[in-house]
């Protein structure tokens, strides 16, 4: 198994940038596929972006392709999403999640493991 802990959200201007970050313990960091996914109240989650195990291939949704940049350091066990260019739209809370399925692509069921979850709000 694998805990992961969010941290990094807040309170952010308009057009400003902001990193969260999600750490990762227990099972080796490395074996899996992780993803970030984003829910607003009353709306589904939805599929944010995702990296493949060694961090070569990445995947992002249209609505935040060439603002957001997914990132891992397996070394110390934590992976990033670079977010720039921030919307009132992207105001919801940011979950981080891990596969052991490398296919586990966009689909959130094919996620294992999550963490709680941290909010990020814009500002316009």
């Known amino acids: 198994q694998v805990q992961l802990v969010e941290s990094g959200g807040g309170l952010v201007q308009a057009g400003g940038s902001s990193r969260l970050s999600c750490a990762a313990s227990g099972r080796t960091f490395s074996y899996y596929v992780m993803g970030w996914f984003r829910q607003a109240p009353g709306k589904e989650r939805e599929f944010v972006a995702q990296?493949?195990?060694?961090?070569?291939?990445?995947n992002y949704a249209d609505s935040v392709k060439g603002r957001f940049a997914i990132s891992r350091d397996n070394a110390k066990n934590t992976v990033y999403l670079q977010m720039n260019s921030l919307k009132p739209e992207d105001t919801v809370i940011y979950y981080c999640?891990?596969?052991?399925?490398?296919?586990?692509?966009?689909?959130?069921?094919?996620?294992?493991?999550w963490g709680q979850g941290t909010q990020v709000t814009v500002s316009s």
């Open positions: 990296i493949s195990r060694s961090g070569g291939s990445t």
């Open positions: 999640a891990a596969a052991t399925s490398i296919y586990a692509g966009r689909d959130e069921n094919k996620f294992d493991y």
